[in-house]
């Protein structure tokens, strides 16, 4: 025990083992539904077959991800698979690119080996410094969107594409608003049981946060899908299998390393592109993370930094690699440690008993499996609703940064794609500024990043490269 503290240096943090064994156990109830949402959603993109597997990578790589952490930079940060870059992965990259699954994971192994590059020599936290702030707040707001979007698409029927209600019987056009045909086709959906039992979900996680108790996500996934497998609107899980290894014969288990072999002559580009959006949307969404848990917990002072900050970033690019290596999308430290941090977790054994929880998941992975995609449908909407908080981080008085932060804003659920909404932002931005005489504030990562989405669109335009054809198919399960 002593030895333990010294290692986490208890007494400089000012905690203890059993606060820090505490603080471990709130945040894994807090992040625990990404077992089941990751699946969910990756399943779309790979089959329903391999469920079992994308569970198993799920949890392999948030533990041994929350391991490096707490081991190598002593903060009580948690990680796992990203909310909006699994969905980038399964929506836009697979099923909208038609990459198929292992070439999607290594552009995800080829981002983590980047970003770990780029963390040992600090370019990463260059780049970083020379996106606007603005630009930064509008991603975290549009992929809460984006997010929420696909929640309501799995079991609630409520996501519009190509100005149709998806699942409305009689093709029941947005058009039609305030027709009775038009109402009476958005409400017949809500008669089916899946339905109803998502929105019962909903409630039930909208109550348990509001009466503050810890791990509400996962208790009203687990209460939903207890109560559709008791009135058998799903089938329940096989209880004499558990506890259990899992079955990895179907497992994408280092195929990221074959993956590209699957890379056509005309894919380059947009793999390069896919590889941007990933590195992209994992820089700042870490970053933030960080910066957000490192205020709480009162790690950084008046300069603004957070010690020992490329360790931690460190240990997050780490969690990408093994999680692509495994078969999963980027991973990326979690916002839901605040809640250990709360618990008055301060130093990395809160990370590591994480870790833990999330290793002995493991053997539970026939339940995990059996959770219906209507119990995790409410939970995405409820992650989107709380990435919201960013939106007032802008200056909505300020056209040059108002007017992209908006067409991010708006336009990753409008396309259904976290990297085209950020184009249009990242065009915008510049454009904007040399317009206003103020070219000079436009850093030279800006123009980088500008030249490389006009030349993606205009490959686009020429024909040169495909324009990604996006749908939401049926959830699996």
Request: glycine content about 10%.
């Amino acid at each position: 025990m002593q030895s333990l503290g010294r290692f986490f240096r208890f007494a400089e943090n000012g905690t203890c083992l059993r606060t820090e064994i505490i603080a471990g156990v709130t945040t894994f109830m807090t992040m625990a539904y990404i077992l089941v949402v990751n699946a969910n959603i990756l399943c779309v993109a790979a089959g329903d077959e391999y469920r079992s597997s994308i569970v198993f990578a799920t949890a392999i790589s948030s533990a041994i991800a929350c391991f490096v952490m707490g081991l190598v930079s002593n903060y009580p940060f948690a990680l796992a698979p990203g909310m909006g870059l699994n969905a980038f992965f399964a929506y836009t990259v697979c099923l909208g690119l038609g990459f198929p699954y292992p070439l999607a994971l290594t552009a995800v192994l080829i981002e983590g080996v980047i970003v770990i590059l780029l963390t040992l020599t600090k370019a990463r936290t260059a780049i970083i410094q020379a996106i606007p702030n603005a630009l930064k707040s509008a991603t975290a707001v549009g992929i809460g969107l984006f997010i929420a979007l696909i929640g309501m698409g799995i079991d609630m029927r409520l996501i519009i594409q190509q100005g149709k209600l998806v699942d409305m019987p009689g093709g029941a056009r947005i058009d039609g608003v305030g027709s009775f045909e038009m109402l009476s086709s958005f409400l017949s959906p809500f008669s089916t049981p899946h339905t109803v039992m998502a929105l019962c979900g909903l409630v039930l996680i909208v109550l348990l946060l509001a009466w503050r108790i810890r791990g509400a996500i996962l208790l009203a996934i687990l209460g939903t899908a207890a109560i559709g497998w008791i009135f058998e609107v799903s089938k329940p899980p096989d209880l004499a299998s558990v506890p259990s290894l899992p079955d990895l014969e179907r497992s994408f288990i280092g195929s990221a390393f074959l993956g590209l072999g699957d890379l056509k002559a005309g894919d380059l580009w947009n793999f390069l592109f896919v590889g941007f959006a990933f590195l992209f949307v994992d820089f700042f969404d870490t970053i933030g993370t960080f910066m957000g848990l490192g205020r709480q917990a009162g790690y950084i002072g008046p300069s603004g930094d957070l010690p020992r900050s490329r360790r931690a970033l460190l240990a997050d690019a780490i969690g990408t690699v093994v999680g692509a290596i495994f078969g999963t999308s980027s991973v990326t430290s979690y916002i839901e440690s605040a809640s250990g941090i709360s618990e008055g977790g301060r130093t990395g054994m809160t990370a590591v008993v994480t870790g833990v929880l999330f290793t002995l998941t493991i053997f539970f992975i026939p339940v995990f499996t059996k959770i219906p995609a209507y119990a995790t449908g409410p939970a995405l909407v409820i992650v989107g609703i709380l990435m919201m908080k960013s939106v007032t981080d802008i200056a909505w008085d300020d056209v040059a940064e108002a007017v992209p932060a908006f067409l991010i804003v708006v336009g990753i659920p409008f396309f259904f794609s976290i990297a085209d909404g950020l184009a249009v932002g990242f065009i915008a931005y510049p454009l904007i500024q040399l317009f206003r005489g103020r070219m000079r504030q436009v850093s030279v990562v800006m123009w980088i990043i500008f030249v490389v989405f006009v030349a993606r669109y205009a490959l686009i335009s020429s024909g040169a490269l495909p324009w990604p054809v996006k749908a939401l198919p049926a959830p699996p399960g």
